[in-house]
């Protein structure tokens, strides 16, 4: 089985392995990837505005997964709109979390099917790790509540990262199940290249997709060149802006997508925009 995942992994570096992309879901889960920037009270109210509106019935049997010391927060309910289980990670809001941005040392990744010297950012393996128990019980809680709804998963900045990495694990806990969809939003490098083509290989979801966004510092970092190299996750959806239609970038590091702009990437306000939601306003959307 490991021989298999290596050798598609290889080929679909060589050839130009197409995804698909369902811009309908990924905007409900942007929706999603906002309000886990919303208070307890606010969520059950799903009155973010236009992001709450992509899934107007919000969240049912709403359940938070948090660890105070990281600062690290999940969302989790169930969505009828999508008639599926949503986890949702929340981005950077205090100096604990930017703690963990900036602890860009490496870790070696502990899940023995990645092979080829798989290796994390340490910073947000820890925060990830800080609410995996939490996490898994949660989750198994909404798993027998909707036995046959979709999962879907999703975050924004270092969510996304949390999501990435959360991936394998919710796999294994939806019983070695694709997930039906895993879109994440202005993501900064998680991991190595041979975290990134496990990842590929391995296909833990019907849809996937690293959404980029115009000239963002944050998915630059940690940096692909000198000392660190680090490496995006591949199947990247660029949007130069929100107003066209996107670029599908099979390949991670594609200069024709996010890395064009890998030197040049200085407008903090293309992180915090998604579908032309200001997410700096986050907090007050939730009113």
């Known amino acids: 089985m490991q021989k298999l995942l290596i050798t598609l992994a290889a080929l679909c570096l060589v050839v130009s392995c197409q995804f698909n992309y369902n811009e309908g879901i990924s905007k409900n889960l942007a929706g999603f990837a906002v309000q886990a920037y919303c208070n307890n009270t ?38 009828p709109d999508n008639d599926a289980i949503i986890i949702s990670f929340r981005g950077t809001v205090d100096l604990n979390n930017w703690g963990a941005d900036l602890s860009a040392a490496w870790y070696n990744y502990p899940n023995l099917s990645c092979t080829g010297n798989c290796q994390v950012h340490t910073g947000f393996f820890t925060n990830y790790q800080s609410i995996i128990s939490q996490l898994k019980s949660n989750f198994l809680v909404l798993k027998a509540n909707y036995p046959s709804a979709k999962v879907y998963l999703t975050g924004h900045s270092l969510g996304a990262a949390l999501a990435t990495l959360s991936l394998p694990d919710i796999y294994s806990w939806n019983g070695n199940k694709q997930l039906d969809a895993v879109y994440h939003f202005e993501s900064p490098r998680a991991a190595n290249q041979a975290f990134a083509n496990w990842l590929r290989a391995s296909n833990f979801s019907v849809y996937y997709g690293r959404i980029t966004h115009g000239y963002d510092p944050v998915v630059q970092n940690p940096t692909s060149w000198w000392p660190l190299y680090y490496y995006h996750t591949h199947f990247e959806v660029f949007y130069l802006n929100f107003n066209n239609q996107p670029k599908l970038c099979p390949q991670a590091e594609d200069t024709t997508c996010g890395a064009q702009s890998i030197y040049t990437a200085f407008n903090p306000a293309d992180h915090m925009n998604l579908f032309n939601w200001d997410l700096s306003a986050a907090g007050s959307l939730c009113s």
């Open 42 to 79: 606010s969520i059950p109210l799903n009155n973010c505005g236009a992001p709450c509106n992509q899934n107007p019935k919000g969240l049912q049997n709403f359940l938070e997964v948090k660890n105070t010391t990281t600062s690290t927060r999940a969302i989790l309910g169930y969505s």
